[in-house]
């Protein structure tokens, strides 16, 4: 489904209890109310792993056949809605259609233009016939531009419009970013790295601008969530053979911000992450070098893989942290950087 924020109608979703942390197995009614105070309540279905193990009734008999939860609970995305910004393509799309197949019901990808890619259109197509997914696997398209935030609030507006439509909104990717070519630190331009430069402006504003959108919604409906924030490799340290002062700059702006929110947020069990990847074989990693093909070699010497990492290969961490699976985890960064940091 394709639509504009502007025309997105209102209607009622069903509404589900909150995921929150598990406490663990108790043998008293009185220890487990201490620890359910202590640690929050049990999700929607109850105790896993060893808990839901030592609480299995002795008297089940020998021909009981306990069902796994790891991904039919935990991992599970059922009836999840998510907002993911730079989803019209590349990572952004990658992380959309992941969080369809982990089950969630809906999943509104926010991009700059008008109409979705042929890219997007084709990957709608694939998500409509998935079978077993365990939601509708509906992906929906909004133009929207994620530093829109004056006069009219457009982003916090497509946050509220979604959660009308939908009656909740759980999950969060801020993925949108750009990447602009080589300027040396000591003749950076004064008026490119003010505040109001582009690569601040949609690294930095774009994923506070599309945090809040997702993160009021979370706060209305009470039931947490899970906001996670493309940070990058780039933000923790400098880059050999480049002058990216400003991208860098922006990307360390990024984990400080999901650091500060997640301690903000946390008693609401509305949790912030972020991921550092390091070079990935998006469509615009494949222009940058088609212009200096000198440094795919240097690249790929950079990662102890020995080699550049494929959009896919942040499905997994997406569902992850996106999931009840990661319940317990918040501001903290994760590298899926094939050993680029570990040199």
Request: some cysteine; glycine content about 10%.
């Given at each position: 489904m394709i639509t504009n924020f502007r025309s997105i109608c209102t209607i009622t979703s069903r509404l589900r209890a909150p995921f929150c942390s598990r406490p663990p197995f108790s043998t008293t009614a009185s220890t487990h109310t201490a620890l359910g105070q202590l640690t929050?309540?049990?999700?929607?279905?109850?105790?896993?792993?060893?808990?839901?193990?030592?609480?299995?009734?002795?008297?089940?008999?020998?021909?009981?056949?306990?069902?796994?939860?790891?991904?039919?609970?935990?991992?599970?995305?059922?009836?999840?809605?998510?907002?993911?910004?730079?989803?019209n393509r590349g990572i952004g799309l990658e992380m959309a259609l992941a969080l369809v197949e982990a089950g969630a019901r809906s999943v509104y990808c926010l991009d700059l233009p008008q109409t979705p890619g042929e890219e997007w259109m084709k990957v709608n197509e694939f998500a409509k016939k998935l079978k077993g997914t365990g939601g509708e696997g509906r992906l929906e398209y909004i133009s929207g531009d994620v530093t829109d935030q004056v006069g009219q609030e457009a982003m916090w507006t497509i946050g509220k419009t979604i959660g009308d439509r939908e009656g909740r909104l759980d999950v969060c990717i801020a993925a949108a970013g750009i990447l602009k070519s080589d300027t040396p630190c000591l003749t950076y331009p004064e008026k490119q790295f003010k505040q109001a430069s582009e690569v601040h402006d949609v690294n930095i504003n774009g994923v506070l601008f599309t945090a809040q959108a997702a993160g009021q919604q979370m706060e209305r409906f009470g039931k947490g969530g899970s906001i996670i924030m493309m940070a990058s490799i780039c933000g923790h340290g400098g880059n050999k053979g480049h002058s990216w002062t400003s991208y860098n700059t922006s990307k360390s702006a990024v984990l400080q911000m999901a650091r500060s929110m997640a301690c903000e947020l946390g008693p609401q069990n509305i949790r912030v992450n972020t991921v550092s990847p390091a070079s990935i074989n998006t469509r615009m990693t494949t222009q940058f070098l088609a212009m200096r093909p000198d440094l795919e070699e240097k690249w790929i010497e950079q990662h102890p893989l020995a080699r550049i990492g494929r959009p896919d290969e942040l499905r997994g961490v997406a569902v992850w942290l996106a999931s009840d699976a990661s319940s317990f985890c918040t501001g903290s960064d994760f590298f899926v950087s094939g050993g680029y940091h570990a040199w």
């Amino acid at each position: 489904m394709i639509t504009n924020f502007r025309s997105i109608c209102t209607i009622t979703s069903r509404l589900r209890a909150p995921f929150c942390s598990r406490p663990p197995f108790s043998t008293t009614a009185s220890t487990h109310t201490a620890l359910g105070q202590l640690t929050g309540p049990l999700p929607p279905y109850g105790r896993v792993g060893v808990a839901r193990a030592l609480e299995a009734s002795p008297t089940a008999g020998t021909h009981s056949s306990p069902t796994p939860t790891i991904f039919a609970n935990e991992f599970s995305l059922a009836d999840h809605v998510a907002l993911v910004s730079g989803a019209n393509r590349g990572i952004g799309l990658e992380m959309a259609l992941a969080l369809v197949e982990a089950g969630a019901r809906s999943v509104y990808c926010l991009d700059l233009p008008q109409t979705p890619g042929e890219e997007w259109m084709k990957v709608n197509e694939f998500a409509k016939k998935l079978k077993g997914t365990g939601g509708e696997g509906r992906l929906e398209y909004i133009s929207g531009d994620v530093t829109d935030q004056v006069g009219q609030e457009a982003m916090w507006t497509i946050g509220k419009t979604i959660g009308d439509r939908e009656g909740r909104l759980d999950v969060c990717i801020a993925a949108a970013g750009i990447l602009k070519s080589d300027t040396p630190c000591l003749t950076y331009p004064e008026k490119q790295f003010k505040q109001a430069s582009e690569v601040h402006d949609v690294n930095i504003n774009g994923v506070l601008f599309t945090a809040q959108a997702a993160g009021q919604q979370m706060e209305r409906f009470g039931k947490g969530g899970s906001i996670i924030m493309m940070a990058s490799i780039c933000g923790h340290g400098g880059n050999k053979g480049h002058s990216w002062t400003s991208y860098n700059t922006s990307k360390s702006a990024v984990l400080q911000m999901a650091r500060s929110m997640a301690c903000e947020l946390g008693p609401q069990n509305i949790r912030v992450n972020t991921v550092s990847p390091a070079s990935i074989n998006t469509r615009m990693t494949t222009q940058f070098l088609a212009m200096r093909p000198d440094l795919e070699e240097k690249w790929i010497e950079q990662h102890p893989l020995a080699r550049i990492g494929r959009p896919d290969e942040l499905r997994g961490v997406a569902v992850w942290l996106a999931s009840d699976a990661s319940s317990f985890c918040t501001g903290s960064d994760f590298f899926v950087s094939g050993g680029y940091h570990a040199w």
